[in-house]
């Protein structure tokens, strides 16, 4: 499954942004799709994913009740709504395909990034 992420930019503390996240292949709407992220000096992290039908959701506990994912299977694409953002949120979010795990993911694919910037 191929990933394509868009959406990012520079927004001020408090804004929302919507990360979008459109895989294409065969088989796209059959995998669990999710965000990570990277700050500078930082690791990858990993941020929210959604199951194939969008039932089942997991957050890392920074992101819980300021994000939410959401999916859309007839278009292949996932999103990330970001709400209430903070400066920590500055990274580069990746898209990623993969399985579900226990509040978390294991992805097989990625996609390229997208910067999102939050300033004070």
């Known amino acids: 499954v191929q990933l394509q992420a868009s959406g990012g930019g520079l927004v001020q503390a408090g804004d929302s942004l919507r990360l979008s996240c459109a895989a294409s292949?065969?088989?796209?709407?059959?995998?669990?799709l999710g965000w990570f992220r990277q700050a500078p000096g930082k690791e990858r992290e990993f941020v929210a994913a959604?199951?194939?039908?969008?039932?089942?959701?997991v957050y890392a506990d920074g992101v819980q009740g300021r994000f939410t994912i959401s999916r859309d299977n007839a278009k292949n694409t996932a999103y990330l709504q970001m709400g209430n953002l903070k400066p920590e949120d500055t990274a580069v979010y990746y898209c990623?395909?993969?399985?579900?795990?226990?509040?978390?993911?294991?992805?097989?694919?990625w996609g390229r990034g997208t910067q999102v910037t939050v300033s004070s």
């Open positions: 959604i199951n194939w039908s969008g039932a089942n959701t």
């Open positions: 292949g065969r088989t796209a709407s059959s995998y669990t």
């Open positions: 990623a395909a993969g399985v579900s795990g226990r509040a978390t993911m294991y992805p097989s694919s």
